[in-house]
T-cell receptor
Framework: SQQGEEDPQALSIQEGENATMNCSYKTSINNLQWYRQNSGRGLVHLILIRSNEREKHSGRLRVTLDTSKKSSSLLITASRAADTASYFCATDASTNTGNQFYFGTGTSLTVIP | DAGVIQSPRHEVTEMGQEVTLRCKPISGHNSLFWYRQTMMRGLELLIYFNNNVPIDDSGMPEDRFSAKMPNASFSTLKIQPSEPRDSAVYFC??????????????FGDGTRLSIL
């Protein structure tokens, strides 16, 4: 399966601290996306990084991609209580049965005020 | 932009009953996805439509599940007969350009389905 695996499964930090979560995947990808899911809501797209990019920023978010290690990380700086949510990576990969899009298992982030 | 609209938000029914979930994608989006989310299995793609045509239904668990998209603004996911193991949150998402485009998927807030 191409499904990404997030690490850690759960993370609890104090407000103001940085939060880092990682995603590993199995096969070559075209791009990788990160999504956030607040409790009881749908997923919301955060950022997309292409396979030829190594780093991307959006506000307090920083995403890195290491295709040689088949991994990506999402860094949230100066965390806020409102960042409490689950975070998922999603990979877009070419397979012998056509292109496939998979979501990972998610990291549950709790930011303590 | 109203976003992806799903109905109902919650559904509780007894096993054996027919369940119909509804989705209105974002206007102008040509791809629609149905997902199922559970604690055990995470987020699973059930079926993917492009230009109202089912392209990949390999994730549909069994014949009890069916999905239709009669036009660009409406899709349904039907379970008949329903079973307790179908209990999950079902999400609809839409995007422009297809499954592997560089466009993000936009999700509805889901239907929380409980089969007793």
């Amino acid at each position: 399966s191409q499904q990404g695996e997030e690490d850690p499964q759960a993370l609890s930090i104090q407000e103001g601290e940085n939060a880092t979560m990682n995603c590993s995947y199995k096969t070559s990808i075209n791009n990788l996306q990160w999504y956030r899911q607040n409790s009881g809501r749908g997923l919301v797209h955060l950022i997309l990084i292409r396979s030829n990019e190594r780093e991307k920023h959006s506000g307090r978010l920083r995403v890195t991609l290491d295709t040689s290690k088949k991994s990506s990380s999402l860094l949230i700086t100066a965390s806020r209580a409102a960042d409490t949510a689950s975070y998922f990576c999603a990979t877009d990969a070419s397979t012998n049965t056509g292109n496939q899009f998979y979501f990972g298992t998610g990291t549950s982030l709790t930011v303590i005020p | 932009d109203a976003g992806v609209i799903q109905s109902p938000r919650h559904e509780v029914t007894e096993m054996g009953q027919e369940v119909t979930l509804r989705c209105k994608p974002i206007s102008g989006h040509n791809s629609l996805f149905w997902y199922r989310q559970t604690m055990m299995r995470g987020l699973e793609l059930l079926i993917y439509f492009n230009n109202n045509v089912p392209i990949d239904d390999s994730g549909m668990p069994e014949d009890r599940f069916s999905a239709k998209m009669p036009n660009a603004s409406f899709s349904t996911l039907k379970i008949q007969p329903s079973e307790p193991r179908d209990s999950a949150v079902y999400f609809c998402a839409s995007t422009m350009g297809g499954r592997t485009s560089n466009q993000p998927q936009h999700f509805g807030d889901g239907t929380r389905l409980s089969i007793l």
